[in-house]
C-alpha cells in the first residue's frame, strides 16, 4: 500500500482532498489519483470508498472526520476489513500506532501553529513511524524540509495551498505530494 501511494504520487503529487460530497464527483473527474476524504458518516462512507476505487483511484479517509466511529483499533479494523479503503489520516498518535500493527497505511496529520507544536509534531513523527505526514498548513517549505530531514519520513503538504507557486515550492522543499481542497490546483 505504501508503495502504492508514493507511485501515485510520483506520477501525480496533487492529491484531491474532498471536504464536502458534493465534490466528490468533480474529484473524480479530475488528474489526481489520489483523494483525501475529509467528510463523512458511517452511513455512507463504503458507497464514497466504492465511487472512488470504481473510477480507479486511491482513497484515504480521515477517520478523525467520519462520524459514526469511535476512534479505536475496532474501528480501524472494521474500515479497513469492510469499506477498504487504501490509507487512514489522523491527528492521533494512538491510532497511527494501531493502524501500523495492523498493516493499514498510515498518514499522520499534523497542524503547526508555533515552534512547540513543529517540536512535537517531529516527536511525535520519530515516535510512531506513519507511512507519511500531512504538514498543515503546507505553506511552510523550510518548516517542510526540516521535518523530513529530521525524521526521513514522507511529507504531504496540505491547507493554505492556494497557487502553483505555492505547489512548485512545497515540491522542491521535498514535499512528496499536495493535499488541496482546491479543484482548480486539482487540474494544474
Given amino acids: 500500500m505504501k508503495k502504492k501511494l508514493f507511485h501515485k504520487l510520483e506520477q501525480n503529487p496533487i492529491i484531491a482532498a ?13 488528474p489526481s489519483e489520489i483523494i483525501f476524504l475529509l467528510t463523512g458518516d458511517i452511513y455512507n462512507l463504503k458507497g464514497v470508498i466504492d465511487r472512488v476505487k470504481k473510477a480507479h483511484m486511491d482513497i484515504y479517509i480521515h477517520i478523525d472526520l ?3 466511529f469511535s476512534k479505536d483499533r475496532i474501528a480501524l479494523k472494521y ?3 469492510k469499506m477498504n479503503p487504501d490509507g487512514i489520516i489522523t491527528t492521533k498518535s494512538n491510532l497511527i500506532k494501531k493502524a501500523k500493527i495492523m498493516n493499514i497505511c498510515a498518514i499522520q496529520r499534523l497542524f503547526l501553529l508555533d515552534s512547540l507544536s513543529l517540536d512535537k509534531g517531529i516527536n511525535s513523527i520519530s515516535s510512531t513511524k506513519p507511512d507519511a505526514a500531512e504538514v498543515m498548513p503546507g505553506t511552510m517549505p523550510k518548516i517542510i524540509n526540516r521535518i523530513y530531514n529530521q525524521t526521513r519520513t514522507p511529507i504531504i503538504a496540505g491547507g493554505l495551498i492556494s497557487d502553483k507557486h505555492d505547489v512548485i515550492d512545497c515540491l522542491k522543499s521535498g514535499a512528496v505530494g499536495i493535499s488541496t481542497s482546491k479543484e482548480e490546483i486539482w487540474c494544474m
Fill in 18 to 30: 474532498v471536504n464536502n460530497l458534493e465534490k466528490l464527483n468533480l474529484a473524480i473527474q479530475s
Fill in 66 to 68: 467520519i462520524e459514526g
Fill in 79 to 81: 474500515i479497513s476489513e
